[in-house]
């Protein structure tokens, strides 16, 4: 009998945290740290390079640890299409049996509470004038920017007008995502299996092709919403192969091992890997992170004392995203303040920076997030 006709729907959907993998955790747990130390380590806020950091270890690592934000939020959009793609088919047993009405809901409850919360603390800040958090720029407005925040079209409006203020800047990967997933079920429910794996095949390839289309605009290339709904993409692909494809334990750490040397060359040696490969590089990104996904459906990691911190971040991912640019630039101002130009000590913050991050994204998680996804989700049974 099939799966669908044996689950709850509302049971693994709605508890994502019922069947957690370790790994996984500890890969959306450095894809949020290293977007977090990428906002801290720009050249205009609290860099890593001048500081005493700097004087110790090779301007390759400083720049690999710093400045990887972007690549890290193509990496946590394959998170993010396997996980749910892997939830549906958990809950229901094919993607051609999904509730599109629970989906919708699900990721609602999700999203939105977290979501509204921040606009209406960044609304507040800007009618304070509070510096860093007014939007001001020439052809940008408060209502225009709440629209598009709402609107999941966040990221066009960037490219039509210049980057937002730091804190509502982060909100552009969210609206692609949510773009995807309005179509996800309504693509599951009319396209056969055959059909929705060839679409996500051509859209995750494109990639390449679909980021270098984009010329004279920076923000628009670098935000557009086929090349991050390719990566999704991907991830939504590696959770379809992963229900079909039972490998051994030994296949799946040569190919972990495989991930691994992919990311690192992207992260650490991606000039290097530009020269070669061009414009492929995202591409290679997105795949190495497939394998390692991948990967981690057949290698048991043990939660282990030493990574917990990690894994625990990845949990939170979500909050600590929407929530990081209120420590770091709060971070940045008392740092300045106290020592000026002087980036000598700059390093001596970002282990504060994330520790504060996460344990801000505990709080909401534990205050704002639960409660409310438990409230919306009664509300629709």
């Known amino acids: 009998m099939p799966a669908r006709h044996t689950l709850n729907p509302s049971s693994n959907f709605s508890n994502p945290s019922t069947q957690r993998n370790f790994g996984i955790d500890l890969l959306r747990g450095l894809s949020i740290l290293f977007v977090v130390i990428h906002h801290l380590a720009m050249n205009f806020r609290l860099p890593l390079q001048p500081s005493w950091v700097g004087d110790f270890l090779s301007k390759r690592i400083i720049n690999g640890i710093s400045f990887n934000g972007y690549e890290s939020v193509f990496l946590f959009f394959v998170l993010?299409?396997?996980?749910?793609?892997?939830?549906?088919?958990?809950t229901y047993g094919e993607l051609a049996a999904i509730n599109w009405r629970e989906f919708y809901r699900?990721?609602?409850s999700r999203i939105f509470p977290l979501l509204a919360l921040l606009l209406t603390l960044l609304s507040v800040l800007h009618l304070m004038g509070v510096d860093?958090?007014?939007?001001?720029?020439?052809?940008?407005?408060?209502?225009?920017?709440?629209?598009?925040?709402?609107?999941?079209h966040l990221n066009w409006y960037e490219g039509q007008t210049t980057w937002l203020p730091a804190a509502w800047d982060v909100l552009w990967s969210l609206s692609i995502e949510e773009v995807f997933y309005l179509a996800f079920p309504l693509l599951c429910l009319a396209l056969p299996r055959k059909?929705?794996?060839?679409?996500?095949?051509?859209?995750?390839?494109?990639?390449?092709?679909?980021r270098d289309a984009i010329v004279g605009n920076e923000i628009?290339?670098?935000k557009a919403y086929l090349p991050g709904m390719s990566a999704i993409a991907f991830g939504v692909l590696t959770a379809l192969l992963a229900q079909v494809w039972k490998t051994s334990e030994a296949f799946a750490r040569s190919i972990a091992?495989?991930?691994?040397i992919g990311l690192v060359a992207i992260y650490f040696f991606g000039s290097e890997v530009w020269k070669v490969i061009h414009s492929y590089s995202m591409l290679m990104l997105c795949l190495s992170a497939c394998l390692l996904v991948f990967a981690a459906q057949r290698i048991v990691l043990r939660p282990s004392w030493g990574w917990q911190w990690l894994a625990k971040m990845g949990r939170l991912s979500y909050e600590i995203y929407l929530s990081h640019m209120f420590v770091v630039l709060s971070v940045c101002t008392a740092y300045r303040a106290y020592f000026g130009e002087n980036m000598r000590w700059t390093f001596a913050v970002y282990v504060p920076v994330v520790l504060a991050c996460l344990y801000l994204g505990a709080a909401l998680e534990r205050w704002i997030s639960t409660p409310a996804m438990r409230s919306v989700?009664?509300?629709g049974k």
């Open 257 to 260: 091992i495989l991930g691994g």
């Open 80 to 90: 993010s299409g396997f996980l749910i793609t892997q939830r549906c088919l958990q």
């Open 377 to 379: 989700r009664a509300a």
């Open 195 to 210: 059909y929705l794996v060839l679409v996500l095949l051509v859209l995750a390839f494109s990639l390449p092709w679909t």
């Open 106 to 108: 699900q990721r609602f």
């Open 132 to 152: 860093g958090y007014v939007v001001h720029e020439k052809g940008q407005t408060l209502g225009r920017a709440l629209l598009s925040a709402l609107g999941l």
């Open 220 to 222: 628009w290339q670098e």
